[in-house]
C-alpha cells in the first residue's frame, strides 16, 4: 500500500546554534575560560555554587550579543531578564543554568542564505545569553564520572532560528552564515570541532502543501557542518519511511551517531525535563540604553556581504573570487594586507586563491596559522613584479619557503633562479641563439612571427633557464624585425 | 487552589527528594495552606501594576570583562566528598 512517493514530503528544519563568545572572563564570574587547560584550573567559587557567591554580568556578554542581534536584523529588548533554568546534573553545580527566558535581549531578525543558486531569507527568531555547563566524562574512570568545571559559567548565545529552512543543504547554508557573522563580527571562532558552534536540529516532515506541522524530534550530537547536514537528511528519510510505513512520528530527542551515521533515540517526551524557569533573583534586568546602542552600531564591522561588494568595486574582481575571498575573514584581511604590502591586486588574488588556498586545504589548517606572513609573500611578489624571478621560479621560490624560513630573495639566489637580466650577456645569448639557426631567422623575417616563442625558448635553453624573457623577446625582435 | 499528592510527589521527584507516604501528607496539607494564604492576594487588581522582577532599581551592574586569578586547584577540589588528582569524582551518571 506505498501509495505516498517521497517527493510528495517536504521537511520543515528549525536550528539552535550556541555559540561560546569569545571573552576575556567568564558570564558570571571574573576568572578566564579558555579552551585547553588543565582540568579545573579555571574556576572561581562562583562556578563551583558555593553559598553566599553572586554573579555579576561580564559586560562583553551583552556588548556581543547586541552586535550579534544588529548582525542579524533582530531588535534589541530595552530591557530583559535573566532567567533560571533549574536541573540536576553534577557538571551545574549551583543546580541551575542562568538563562534567559521569556525576554529574549534579541528578537524577531533574518538572514539571507545562499543555496545552490537560490538565495533564501530565514527568519531568526530569537538570540538570547546563558551560561554553559561543565563537562562530564564518562569513559575514563570505570566505576565514576568525572568532572571538569573549567567550561562552567562560559558565556554563550543560543540563535534559534524559525521553522523556515526545508532541506539539508538550506540547514548547512544557514548554519556556515551564522560562523561567518560570529567570525566577522570576531564574537566566536565558530569552530564546531572544538564546540565552540554546537548546533540541535528540530526537523519533521508533512506533505507538500499542508500548511500543519508534523510532529518534530529534536537533533543533538552533530559535532561538524557535514554532520548536520547528514543527520538531518537521516532524519527526514527515517520520518518519512515511518510515516509511508503506516506509522507515526514520536516527539523524541535523538543522538546523531557519527560511526554508524544515524540517529537514535536519546528521551522521549515523557523523559523531557521540567526546568520551572523563573526570574533570577541574584541579576537585575539588562537595561540597553540608547547611548550604548548607538555605541555598539558604530563598532560594526563590515560585514561580508558589504565587503563582497567593495571588493568587486575596488580591486575590480569577479563575483565568484569576491565570494572565495570574503568568506572567512580573516582570509579577506590576509588577501588585502597582501595588496597592501605588495601593492599588486592581481598578483595578490592569484596567490592567495590559488597556492594559499591548496596549501590550506593540503595541510587542513586556518588561515590564522598559515606558515608565511604577509611581509614574506609580499616579498615574493614583488621580486616578480621587478622581473627578477620567472612565474615558474615564484611557484619553486614559494614551495621552498614552506619548508625554510629564508626569505624569497634568499632562495632565489641558493636555489640559482634569479633572471639574468644583464644586457651584455642577454645581447650576446640572443646573438649566438640566431646564429645558431639561419633558417628559422630567415623565415621570420620573411613573416613567420610565430617563430619568436622558438627564439625565446632556445635563449631560455642556453642560459638554463635563467635568462630574462622579456628582454630575450625585446633582442630578438631588434635583431631580426 | 490546591495541591494534589501526586503534584507533591512530582515536585520532589523533580528537587531528588524521597518522600515517606506521611511526609507527603503533611507537605500537601502545609503548601494548600502557605497557598490558601497567597491567594488573598487575588483581592488586589493588578492590572496596572507592572511586573517587579527585582526589587531593587539597579542600573550600569557590569564588571568589565576581565580575568583574575582563579582559585588554585588544590583550592578548587578541596571540599569535594570525591575527587582525582584532576577531577571532581561522581558515581557514573548514565544517559
Known amino acids: 500500500m506505498n501509495t505516498i512517493d517521497h517527493e510528495d514530503f517536504e521537511a520543515v528544519i528549525g536550528l539552535e546554534v550556541h555559540a561560546q563568545l569569545l571573552t576575556q572572563s567568564k558570564a558570571f564570574a571574573p576568572v578566564a575560560a579558555q579552551y585547553g587547560q588543565a582540568p579545573n584550573t579555571q574556576i572561581s567559587p562562583l562556578c563551583l555554587g558555593y553559598p553566599g557567591t553572586l554573579p555579576l554580568v561580564n559586560e562583553n556578554l551583552i556588548r556581543y550579543i547586541i552586535k550579534m542581534g544588529l548582525a542579524t536584523n533582530c531588535s534589541i529588548a530595552p530591557k530583559s531578564i535573566f532567567a533560571r533554568k533549574n536541573y540536576f546534573y553534577p557538571d551545574l553545580p549551583k543546580g541551575y543554568q542562568i538563562s534567559q527566558f521569556e525576554t529574549p535581549i534579541c528578537e524577531g531578525g533574518h538572514i539571507d542564505i545562499e543555496v545552490e543558486g537560490y538565495s533564501k531569507c530565514i527568519g531568526i527568531t530569537r538570540i538570547h545569553m546563558e551560561e554553559d555547563a561543565g563537562k562530564s566524562i564518562h569513559d575514563q574512570d570505570p566505576y565514576n564520572t568525572l568532572v571538569d568545571l573549567n567550561r562552567a559559567g562560559t558565556p554563550l548565545i543560543e540563535i534559534v532560528s524559525e521553522p523556515d529552512l526545508r532541506t539539508p543543504q538550506e540547514a548547512y547554508a544557514y548554519l556556515s552564515k551564522i560562523k561567518q557573522i560570529v567570525q566577522y563580527l570576531e564574537v566566536c571562532d565558530g569552530n564546531m570541532e572544538e564546540g565552540s558552534l554546537r548546533c540541535d536540529a528540530n526537523v519533521s516532515v508533512r506533505l507538500r502543501g499542508s500548511e500543519k506541522f508534523g510532529t518534530r524530534t529534536e537533533l543533538k550530537n552533530m559535532n561538524s557542518f557535514r554532520n548536520v547536514e547528514k543527520a538531518i537528511d537521516f532524519e527526514i528519510y527515517r520520518q518519512i519511511e515511518l510515516i509511508e510505513a503506516g506509522g507515526e512520528v514520536v516527539q523524541q530527542t535523538r543522538l546523531w551517531d557519527t560511526s554508524k551515521m544515524e540517529t537514535r533515540i536519546m528521551r522521549s517526551k515523557e523523559e523531557a525535563h521540567d526546568y520551572r524557569y523563573f526570574p533570577e533573583p541574584d541579576l537585575p534586568p539588562i537595561i540597553v540604553t540608547n547611548d550604548l546602542l548607538d555605541e555598539i552600531k558604530e563598532e560594526l564591522p563590515e560585514l561580508a556581504h558589504i565587503r563582497q561588494q567593495r571588493f568587486i568595486e575596488q580591486y575590480q574582481l569577479s563575483l565568484v573570487d569576491a565570494i572565495t575571498l570574503t568568506e572567512n575573514r580573516y582570509l579577506a584581511d590576509f588577501f588585502e594586507e597582501l595588496v597592501l604590502k605588495s601593492d599588486q591586486v592581481k598578483a595578490s588574488v592569484n596567490l592567495v586563491l590559488s597556492d594559499v588556498l591548496r596549501v590550506l586545504n593540503e595541510q587542513s589548517i586556518a588561515i590564522h596559522n598559515f606558515p608565511l606572513s604577509v611581509t614574506r609573500l609580499a616579498e615574493l611578489l614583488n621580486l616578480r613584479a621587478s622581473d627578477k624571478v620567472s612565474s615558474t621560479a615564484q611557484q619553486t621560490i614559494f614551495n621552498a619557503m614552506l619548508e625554510q624560513d629564508s626569505s624569497a630573495q634568499e632562495l632565489a639566489e641558493t636555489l640559482n633562479l634569479l633572471q639574468v637580466s644583464d644586457s651584455n650577456y642577454m645581447d650576446g645569448l640572443v646573438k649566438q641563439v640566431i646564429d645558431a639557426n639561419p633558417d628559422e631567422a630567415a623565415r621570420y623575417k620573411e613573416g613567420k612571427k610565430q617563430l619568436m616563442g622558438f627564439f625565446v625558448g632556445q635563449v631560455m635553453k642556453a642560459s638554463k633557464g635563467k635568462a630574462n624573457p622579456k628582454m630575450a623577446n625585446e633582442l630578438v625582435r631588434k635583431y631580426l624585425d | ?95
Open chain 2, 1 to 95: 487552589m490546591s495541591v494534589s499528592k501526586e503534584e507533591v510527589q512530582y515536585v520532589a521527584g523533580l528537587a531528588k527528594l524521597h518522600l515517606s507516604e506521611e511526609e507527603i501528607s503533611i507537605l500537601s496539607r502545609d503548601m494548600n495552606a502557605i497557598l490558601g494564604y497567597m491567594e488573598l492576594l487575588n483581592n488586589l487588581d493588578t492590572s496596572d501594576v507592572e511586573p517587579l522582577e527585582h526589587v531593587i532599581e539597579l542600573s550600569k551592574t557590569y564588571r568589565a570583562d576581565k580575568a583574575h586569578e582563579p582559585l588554585t586547584h588544590e583550592k578548587a577540589l578541596k571540599n569535594a566528598p570525591d575527587a582525582d588528582s584532576d577531577y571532581f569524582r561522581v558515581p557514573k551518571v548514565i544517559e
